[in-house]
């Protein structure tokens, strides 16, 4: 009687070993010690200024007397109660792109002041003004056509598409035009989220070129 209790029990700790093992997915099965194979996240925006954090945890004893979790981040330790790798940035800060320049903050309605004020920070180049024209059949020519006459495929649907070379138009700056692509005008749509700033000015550079 006892050999068969002895057994019954034997197969159920067998059966429970091998169903804990049962990791996939996202179960990890049943872990040991989480932290040989979980990296303690590094959070570069804080750090921990309590002492005893972690106390509980190790009795590792440092030479102030704190404990495990204090002052994680020791690539930037703690003084005077801030401490982080990632700094607030100071009042004011504005963030340039790569090419070092500001972000564009002239308004949809301010076409004016943009067209007097904007200057095209690129050369004539003949590679920007090649770049330009890749552009322009990319996002510009189904609607203004290849000449820039306002003819281009989708003005067979799509009414008032203005002719670049029409009188209204010829003379206009680069400013002028960068501020159309960037923040669209009447019919047109806005096209600033589609093209960075870089690629904006070479196609107003190329628009120049069309209207010649
Ligand atoms: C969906 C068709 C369409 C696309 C694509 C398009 N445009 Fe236009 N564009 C128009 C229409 C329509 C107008 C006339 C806007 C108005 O005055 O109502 C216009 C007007 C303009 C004007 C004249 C603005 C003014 O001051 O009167 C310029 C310059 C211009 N587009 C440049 C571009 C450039 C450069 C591109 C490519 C980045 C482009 N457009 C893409 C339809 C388009």
Redesign the pocket.
């Known amino acids: 009687m006892m050999k068969i209790v002895k057994n019954i029990t034997a197969c159920f700790a067998i059966a429970i070993i091998l169903t804990s093992c049962a990791a996939g997915g996202n179960d990890q099965g049943t872990e040991y010690a989480p932290n040989m194979y979980h990296s303690v996240a590094y959070e570069p925006y804080s750090q921990i200024t309590d002492p005893a954090a972690g106390r509980w945890l190790t009795s590792i004893d440092y030479e102030d007397g704190h404990a495990e979790f204090y002052n994680s981040n020791t690539l930037n330790a703690n003084t005077m109660g801030v401490a982080m790798n990632m700094r607030t940035p100071p009042a004011n800060t504005v963030p340039r792109n790569k090419q070092g320049w500001l972000p564009y903050r002239i308004p949809k309605d301010s076409?004016e002041l943009a067209a007097k004020r904007l200057k095209n920070p690129l050369d004539s180049t003949t590679q920007v003004i090649a770049d330009g024209k890749v552009l322009?059949e990319t996002?510009?020519q189904?609607?203004?056509g290849a000449k820039g006459m306002g003819d281009g495929k989708?003005s067979d649907k799509?009414n008032?598409?203005?002719n670049?070379k029409g009188d209204?138009?010829k003379n206009?700056t680069e400013g002028?035009?960068f501020h159309?692509?960037t923040n669209g005008?009447?019919?047109?749509?806005a096209?600033g989220s589609q093209?960075s700033v870089e690629d904006r000015w070479k196609?107003s550079k190329y628009?120049k070129v069309l209207q010649k």
């Open positions: 076409l322009y996002y510009c189904h609607c203004h989708v799509y008032g598409i203005a670049l209204a138009i206009v002028h035009i159309v692509i005008k009447g019919l047109m749509w096209h093209m196609i628009v």
